[in-house]
Antibody, heavy 118, light 108 residues
Framework: QVQLVQSGAEVKKPGASVKVSCKVS????????IQWVRQAPGQGLEWMGW????????KYTQTLQDRITMTRDTSTSTVYMELSSLRSDDTAIYYC???????????WGQGSLVTVSS | SYVLTQPPSVSVAPGKTANFTCGGN??????VHWYQQKPGQAPVLVIY???DRPSGIPERFSGSHSGNTATLTISRVEAGDEADYHC???????????FGGGTKLTVL
């Protein structure tokens, strides 16, 4: 069965970086784009960017593009999302999700809580 | 960038029908997807391509699309349906998904 398993919770200080991983299984890794979506406490879903696991190509939201990097490791079927220069308003749950045919996000990771606090 | 609008809350008694709306400019030209998100859990896809249900989603969940509004309908609402419901489309012009703000369902 399709699974996306994310790394655990992190606590970071302002100005630090965080790297969240998302290991996929149950399907061919290179066949589906992976999206990253975050959700601040009590807020809605915010799209952050996507990565094409086959080519490594990426697209980021303009509000984060100076601070975000998405990469992948095809040998382990894992994608990574790194966010730098963390601020308190980056405190959120970060989700990876599989994109089905430029439509729905059909499978989601369990989420990774990132807390930014001094 | 493209914007989807959802009402913040909906309240319904058990056994009744809950309707969730999602509006956007020329949304009729896009395919709409819906997610259920229970507290402390990741979103789960409940309707895709306007009206299709993934396997395992009860038939009580249905979707429709008319004019400038897409609608998710839950029939015979149960206490376990309490959750946030998010709509989403793929915005071709910006090449990424767009989410509505979500609607919180309260079962009275």
């Amino acid at each position: 069965q399709v699974q996306l398993v994310q790394s655990g919770a992190e606590v970071k200080k302002p100005g630090a970086s965080v790297k969240v991983s998302c290991k996929v299984s149950g399907y061919t890794f290179t066949h589906y784009y992976i999206q990253w979506v975050r959700q601040a406490p009590g807020q809605g879903l915010e799209w952050m960017g996507w990565i094409n696991p086959q080519s490594g190509g990426t697209k980021y939201t303009q509000t984060l593009q100076d601070r975000i990097t998405m990469t992948r490791d095809t040998s382990t079927s894992t994608v990574y999302m790194e966010l730098s220069s963390l601020r308190s308003d980056d405190t959120a749950i970060y989700y990876c999700a599989r994109l089905y045919s430029y439509g729905p996000l059909d499978y989601w990771g369990q989420g990774s809580l990132v807390t930014v606090s001094s | 960038s493209y914007v989807l609008t959802q009402p913040p809350s909906v309240s319904v008694a058990p056994g009744k029908t809950a309707n969730f709306t999602c509006g956007g400019n020329n949304i009729g030209s896009k395919k709409v997807h819906w997610y259920q998100q229970k507290p402390g859990q990741a979103p789960v896809l409940v309707i895709y391509y306007d009206s299709d249900r993934p396997s395992g989603i009860p038939e009580r969940f249905s979707g429709s699309h008319s004019g400038n509004t897409a609608t998710l309908t839950i029939s015979r609402v149960e206490a376990g349906d309490e959750a946030d419901y998010h709509c989403q489309v793929w915005d071709r012009s910006s090449d990424h998904p767009v989410f509505g703000g979500g609607t919180k369902l309260t079962v009275l």
